[in-house]
């Protein structure tokens, strides 16, 4: 069988990957897509205990992650349209 | 070796069966194409297919030749991993959503190791199935877009947001069925309709009328057909997603599209019609003669129209079959334990034919609907006609137990 | 060496070849077909653990409807590669190496707490859905209403930031 730590391990490298990913891209979408790498790499820790509990709680996590993509991604829409660019870098003033 | 064979059976009986399934499932395919064409135009009164062989039964043929040799163009500017995934995309989900669907009922040991008549016997093959369509978007999405041609995106961006707005009403319509049920895996599905034996009163058809005509709706929906075929139409869009697709890839997508239409027919008969269950009760032991009685009238009949057919090779080729159903059909009479084992695939066979008779029988018939009466359609009827089946079924289950 | 290990590195090793491939494809599209990579191979190690629903549950909502959106923003924003900005060299010499080394410090710390941790299911045994839907709705009840509230909220968010200036 494979033990636990081995999903955690696993769970902890993708949370690492995603936090790179995070902090190295400049396009807004890919930066919203590193977020949820993280929290599928959260997931993966809840489940790998192998309690119904954690598994219940990975349902909650991926409501609030689809509810969280649905709003983030219509401000995203409406940023990118004012400021005709997906360059997170070019979102740093209030003024458009 | 027998050792070799017993030891790895887990592997190797399960690699025999995706390799039948597959030489059936696309010759069926081929095959579904030649009944389409022949369908339709009768219903349009002309012959269809009738050079190519005997009426026509080698045109699947010549298209594959053709398909294999024509040119594979691929044009400029296109998003190369997108442009070479997206068929294989479509067609590897349709193949594998074919895994999980049980044939028949029996479960027979083979060197040691017991399997059931379907390749993957899941607790939760239904919510699989349903996964497995839910991925079925990306190949048409990365069509639309990897193509550098504003008439595919268009198309792509259709037929996928159409794709999304019906998986929603499919899935809620099947919640009725998993109340009567209680077990996710079809082949639960099926036998809980086979318990009381009643044969065609049994079936989930009855209880769960308002789902089942959701649920057929909404799979004509999902797998682009009339008339929801808006996205693909020779008419319309210029052939939609698929336009700078040719040949081989063409063939992928179509071929997709027929094995998502063969397996919307199969969750069909699984969920509300009885699956491998006969429509006689189970009392009625004389009824297990009728597919081989059924053989036996289909080789005469093949036999007597091919005598005087036309070509030297449909006089020749006709008959030949005719005479090996005949064989087939009195080989059944003559072992009952083959014929115990055929009644489960035979009885499910025959009712997807027939929903596959009634898919291209709507194409033949039926105009299509413009997109926003599509999706108004999708979203303001079959939606919430799909949450009233379920609270009512939830409530009449909760009030008076189940049938 | 049994057959779990085996598959568990396989699917390990598809994630990981996911999540590295996310951060280094200029376009976003590539990116969003890495990241579904991720989640499918994501799902598959949920069902080695025994967790089958939240498997289907992981396919169908993450792989088939939040990321069918992104990739639907994607195609409307028209998204391109990426511009070349100024990227500072101390970043991506220092940075990355530490990252890989704050990763290895809790894979390590992980590793060796080994005989501390409650182990997966044991061989074959899967959480039935029964048993997901006896918590879901009896002992979860309250975060689950709140849960329903929630996505009407996103619903109503997402038709107000959709509408047109008019």
């Known amino acids: ?96 | 070796m027998n050792e070799f064979l017993t030891h790895y059976a887990f592997l190797i009986v399960p690699i025999i069966k995706v390799a039948i399934l597959m030489f059936l499932v696309l010759t069926v395919d081929a095959y579904v194409t030649w009944m389409e064409r022949k369908v339709v135009a009768h219903i349009q009164a002309r012959w269809g297919p009738y050079r190519v062989g005997p009426h026509g039964l080698l045109q699947p043929v010549a298209d594959g030749l053709k398909f294999i040799l024509k040119e594979d163009p691929m044009p400029a500017g296109v998003d190369k991993i997108a442009y070479f995934l997206a068929p294989f995309l479509t067609m590897m989900l349709a193949l594998t959503s074919l895994a999980v669907i049980p044939f028949g009922p029996h479960h027979f040991t083979l060197w040691g190791y017991e399997s059931y008549f379907s390749i993957a016997d899941l607790n939760i093959s239904l919510l699989a199935l349903f996964a497995i369509t839910a991925l079925g978007v990306y190949g048409v999405v990365l069509a639309g877009w990897a193509s550098n041609n504003k008439y595919s995106l268009l198309g792509g961006l259709r037929s996928s947001a159409q794709m999304i707005s019906y998986e929603l009403a499919l899935m809620l319509s099947v919640v009725g069925v998993l109340l009567l049920a209680g077990d996710f895996s079809l082949r639960g599905i099926v036998e809980q309709q086979g318990q009381s034996g009643r044969g065609l009163l049994s079936w989930n058809l009855f209880p769960q009328i308002i789902g089942f005509v959701c649920f057929f709706t909404a799979a004509i929906a999902e797998t682009n057909r009339v008339p929801f075929d808006l996205p693909e139409s020779e008419s319309e869009l210029v052939a939609g997603y698929h336009t700078e697709y040719a040949s081989m890839k063409f063939a992928m997508f179509f071929l997709g599209e027929y094995t998502n239409m063969i397996t919307a027919s199969c969750l069909c008969t699984i969920l509300f019609f009885g699956g491998w269950l006969s429509p006689f009760p189970a009392s009625w032991t004389f009824t297990y003669y009728l597919p081989a009685v059924l053989l036996i009238l289909f080789g005469l009949w093949l036999i007597y129209d091919g005598i005087r057919y036309e070509t030297l090779f449909g006089r020749l080729l006709l008959p030949g079959v005719g005479v090996a159903l005949l064989a087939l059909g009195g080989a059944l009479f003559a072992f009952p334990g083959i014929n115990g084992y055929v009644q489960g695939p035979f009885w499910f066979l025959s009712k997807v034919f027939v929903f596959l008779f009634v898919y291209i029988w709507m194409r033949g018939t039926l105009p299509r609907f413009r997109y926003d009466q599509l999706m108004s359609f999708g979203w303001k009827l079959l939606l919430p006609v799909s949450i009233a089946n379920l609270v009512l079924t939830a409530t009449v289950i909760f009030i008076w137990g189940k049938p | ?166």
């Open chain 3, 1 to 166: 060496m049994n057959a779990s290990l085996i598959i568990f590195f396989l699917l390990a090793a598809v994630a990981v070849f996911g999540a590295v491939s996310l951060i280094l494809q200029r376009e976003p599209i590539h990116g969003a077909l890495s990241l579904i990579v991720v989640m499918v191979a994501l799902a598959g190690l949920y069902l080695l653990i025994g967790a089958e629903f939240v498997a289907a549950v992981q396919i169908i909502v993450y792989g088939g409807a939040v990321m069918v959106l992104f990739v639907f923003v994607i195609m409307l924003l028209n998204a391109g590669e990426e511009e070349r900005t100024n990227f500072s060299k101390l970043a991506g010499f220092g940075g990355i190496p530490l990252a890989l080394a704050l990763s290895g410090l809790i894979a390590a710390a992980l590793m060796r707490s080994s005989g501390s941790l409650p182990s997966t299911a044991s061989h074959g045994a899967l959480t039935s859905t029964k048993t997901l839907s006896m918590l879901l709705f009896k002992d979860f009840a309250y975060p689950f209403e709140l849960t329903s509230f929630l996505i009407l909220v996103a619903i109503l968010g997402a038709v107000v930031l959709a509408q047109r200036e008019n």
């Open chain 1, 1 to 96: 069988m494979v033990p636990t730590n081995y999903y955690l391990v696993l769970s902890a490298i993708l949370f690492g990957l995603g936090i790179v990913a995070f902090v190295f891209k400049r396009n807004i979408i890919t930066m919203f897509m590193a977020i949820e790498l993280m929290l599928n790499a959260v997931n993966l820790a809840f489940v790998a205990f192998g309690k119904p509990d954690g598994q219940v709680f990975v349902l909650f996590v991926v409501v609030v992650a689809a509810a969280e993509a649905a709003v983030g991604l219509g401000i995203i829409i409406m940023t990118a349209r004012n400021r005709r660019s997906l360059n997170v870098e070019r979102v740093d003033l209030m003024k458009l």
